[in-house]
Each structure stands twice: as C-alpha cells, then as structure tokens.
C-alpha cells in the first residue's frame, strides 16, 4: 500500500506522509527524537494525552470501521477517487535502463510516476450549479467519524427535505442510522506495470483525435448522469415530537469556543456544525434534514469541508418543491446599511455593495511563523468554485494550543489529520493543501456560521463585503446577530456558480 493510505466511502487516497510528526493525538515519537523536536514539557504533555485516549471505551466495530472510512485526508479538491499503488521492489542496480525512473524522463521519482497515475485514475465529478428555485439532495449521504469534542463515535445523515424547510438538525435514537450505509467499498491496488498502463492510457485519450471514440466517451458519461439523476430521494419530514435545532440566528450560542453551536429543543445543542453548513450554503442546498445520533456534535472528518463537497458534487442537487409540487424561488438578505463589531483589535463588519465578497485576515506570528499574516478574498460570483478553491482548508492551529485545549478538556478526540499543526516556523504535516490554507479555512467558518441568517429555503450569506479580522466563532455569532438587526431587504440569491466552466 501507499505510505498514509486511507478509506473514505468508495473511495481510496494516499496522501503525503508527514516529514515530521502526526497530530498531537496520534504522536508516537521516541524520547531522544521528542527532545530533539519540542520541549520535555509539551512530549509529556502529548503521552498523557494518548494515555488518556487509549483508555477510552472502543465503540463498536460497526463504528468504528466507518469511522476510519470516513475519517481521512483529503488531496487537492478534497475527496478524490483514487487507486492505491503497489510500490515494487526498486532495482539494486544502478544502470540508466534499470533506474526508478527509467523512461520517464519528466519524473523526478517513481512515487511521483505513481502519484500522477493515481490522479489520473480520480473519478472525474460536476460541481453542481445554483439555480433561481430552491434546491436539496438528490438523495442521503451518510457519516461516521470521530468528534472532536466529543471523542466519541459520531453518526450523520444528511437527508433531502421540501421547499421551505431550511435546513435543520434532528436528534434520532441510537440505531436510527445504519453504519453499513457509509460505503466501504473494496480498495483497488494497483501494481506499478498497471499504474503504468492506466497513465499511458489517460495520455493516450487526452492526445487522441479519434471522434468516434470520444463520442463514445460521451455518451458513456452522459448515460451515467442521466441515471444518477433518475435516483431521487423523497424528502424526510421525521416523527412528531423529535428534538429539532434550527440552523437559525436564533439558535445561536455566542459564548462558544473553538467551533459554534446551536441550540436546540430540550438539551439538544449541535456542536461544530459550521463545515457542513458553510458547503450547504455555498454550494445551493438551501433545504436538509441532518440527523444525528449521539452527543449532537458533527463528526470533524479530516478538519475541512471537501468531505461534503465531493459528496454534494457526486449525488448532485435536485429542485426543493412545495406541498403543491411548484419550484419556490431562492431568496436572499442585501443590506442597506453598514454593520460593524470589534473585540480588542479584532473586527467584523459588512459593507453594503450589489455583490457577495468575503474577506479574511489572520494574524498568528506571536504564536507560529510558519502560520505568520495572511489576508484571503474571495468572490463567489468571479473565482472558482467553494469546491475546489476554499472546501480543501483544513482546520488549523499551533501545537501548544492544541496541547493547552486538550489538557482544558476542550478537546477529547480526533485523528492524525483532522487538522494543520504548526509547530514554530514549519508545519507538522506539511505540505499544505492550498496557498493561504489557514485564512482561506476561516473562510469555511465565516461561511457556516453566515448561513445561520437565513429563513427556511433562503440564502444565508448577505449580499455585500464581509471582512473579519483576527475573529473567531465567538466574534462570528456576535455579527450574526448585528446583520439581523440591521436595515436589510430581500433580494433574489446571486448565482454563485453557474456550471459554465
């Protein structure tokens, strides 16, 4: 197998080892090495920390091999159907025919042969486009992963809901949700004369000027489409009396720390939903129904949003219709006035202009250079799409605050990559994903806790300039509740992606 080899649904990824260490809950380096690379205080700090999650119960193997399938890193647009290539024995001889890279003059290095046959074995998938109307799930995506605060087994179901609904959380009982439904497909191994062959073959198409055969191409992919969209799923209205927490303002908690939460019916609370939020906004689903069994957290899969984008991509969006089965118009909030909130030196504020823009900008060099000053923008309307240029962001932090929150409580779980670790000037588990991956993460956050303005079936992210500075969820929930204050008209949603490119 690959070296970091991973699962996720039908789904098989290798991604790029780590030149130094694993997240802090996965750390097992030796004494001499922990001295060499951090202090005697933060190596201890890190053993009792994996003493502490060792001796947690184990959740059922049901759970738990669901959870190491969903639970993964993800290259470049996140979740990339790939093969896994079995590494041959490399040749004793030093001869220029016997070389690692004989013949593939282009190639540093037989793992980057391989890495180029495993992308080209990706499963090709459409971002889906935003429409006018209102729009859901084709069909329910299930997860299973381990939650970040929780440190227990989290299971979540997205499922498809009406126009008008919104998106919503529901707590169902223990055994609601079938672990077997996350897919856990058999992996593909290839060797490297067949990672060879399935290259050679993608160039061979690329390069081909054979029109028959590219129809052939084309109707294939165009009949593979046709039938995933046949595959609709009615929406889901729940049982009478369930424990719901609206993905609202008014469900917003403001004293949180490290993600946001929404308070429900009861004592349900929903912790750390702002990743699957910020996709669903960003990405059209203005109706859902997301059920969870357990402590209420949202799994923290890989620390980014390219879990749910690939799987938005993949089962496609449908119409949201009424009772009455008609299309219902996709709204949004413009401002027609300013707002702006500040917290020391850290500010939100929105600028009323006839366009969405996102700003953020971040300032870590007290803490890590490696992080140091970043400022990211992005225009839904102009740039690429959430999918491939924002979803990859992984969560982010310094090694000493992960070590201060777990040592708090703050944190009980999650997996060697569910998080980009920054250790003074370098990464643990570098290389990083995307130009600017911290700020361009912030960016998930602002768009998750965002969408929380919205009324059932509409658009949460205004149309104006948001930039935040140095904010965090706290600083996010405090602005929600400014902009939904504020003077404010409904417009028609602004088409994010249109599915032209």
Not at 281 to 290: F, H, L, Y
Not at 439 to 452: E, F, N, Q
Request: proline residues 4%; aromatic residues 6%; hydrophobic residues 40%.
């Amino acid at each position: 197998r690959a070296p970091n080899a991973h699962t996720h649904g039908s789904h098989a990824y290798a991604t790029s080892p780590s030149p130094i260490g694993r997240f802090v809950m996965s750390l097992t380096v030796s004494p001499h090495h922990a001295s060499s690379r951090m202090s005697a205080k933060t190596s201890t700090a890190a053993t009792r920390m994996r003493t502490r999650c060792a001796s947690r119960a184990a959740p059922t193997a049901a759970h738990a091999t669901a959870a190491r399938a969903t639970h993964s890193t993800h290259a470049c647009f996140g979740a990339r159907r790939c093969v896994k290539v079995r590494a041959a024995s490399t040749p004793s001889s030093t001869s220029t025919e016997q070389s690692e890279t004989y013949g593939y003059e282009n190639f540093p290095t037989r793992d980057a042969v391989k890495e180029s046959a495993r992308l080209a074995a990706e499963l090709n998938v459409r971002v889906p486009k935003n429409e006018a109307y209102q729009q859901t799930i084709r069909r329910s995506v299930t997860y299973a992963g381990v939650g970040l605060r929780s440190g227990e087994v989290e299971l979540m179901r997205v499922r498809p809901a009406g126009a008008g609904e919104g998106r919503y959380f529901a707590r169902v009982a223990k055994g609601t949700i079938d672990a077997s439904s996350v897919e856990m497909n058999s992996e593909v191994t290839y060797s490297d004369e067949e990672a060879e062959d399935a290259l050679l073959e993608r160039v061979r198409m690329a390069l081909s000027n054979d029109e028959e055969a590219k129809a052939e191409t084309r109707a294939r992919a165009a009949a593979t489409r046709a039938e995933a969209q046949a595959k609709i799923e009615a929406p889901e209205t729940g049982v009478a009396g369930e424990a719901r927490a609206r993905a609202c303002v008014d469900a917003v908690v403001e004293d949180v720390r490290l993600s946001s939460e929404l308070k429900g019916d009861g004592d349900f609370v929903v912790r750390g939903a702002e990743h699957l939020l910020s996709t669903l906004e960003a990405m059209g689903v203005d109706n859902c129904r997301i059920e969870l069994e357990g402590s209420g957290e949202v799994p923290i899969l890989d620390g980014s949003a390219s879990s749910y984008a690939y799987d938005l991509c993949k089962i496609g969006l449908t119409p949201a219709v009424s009772s009455s089965g008609a299309e219902e118009p996709r709204m949004a909030w413009k401002l027609t006035e300013n707002v702006m909130v500040q917290e020391g030196d850290a500010f939100m504020m929105l600028n009323v202009d006839d366009s969405t823009k996102l700003t953020y900008g971040i300032d870590f060099t007290y803490k890590s250079t490696a992080i140091d000053k970043q400022w990211e923008s992005w225009t839904p309307t102009e740039d690429a799409p959430y999918a491939l240029h924002i979803a990859p962001a992984r969560n982010f932090g310094t090694l000493q605050d992960f070590v201060a929150y777990y040592r708090a409580g703050y944190i009980r779980g999650g997996l060697e990559n569910c998080a980009l670790v920054a250790n003074g000037g370098e990464y643990w588990n570098a290389p990083l994903r995307l130009n600017n991956e911290p700020a361009r993460h912030k960016l998930i956050d602002l768009i998750g806790d965002l969408s929380l303005l919205a009324e059932p079936g509409m658009s949460g992210v205004p149309v104006g300039h948001v930039v935040a500075y140095k904010a965090g969820h706290k600083l996010h929930a405090k602005f929600v509740r400014a902009v939904a204050k504020a003077a404010k008209t409904k417009v028609p949603a602004q088409i994010w992606y249109s599915g032209d490119e």
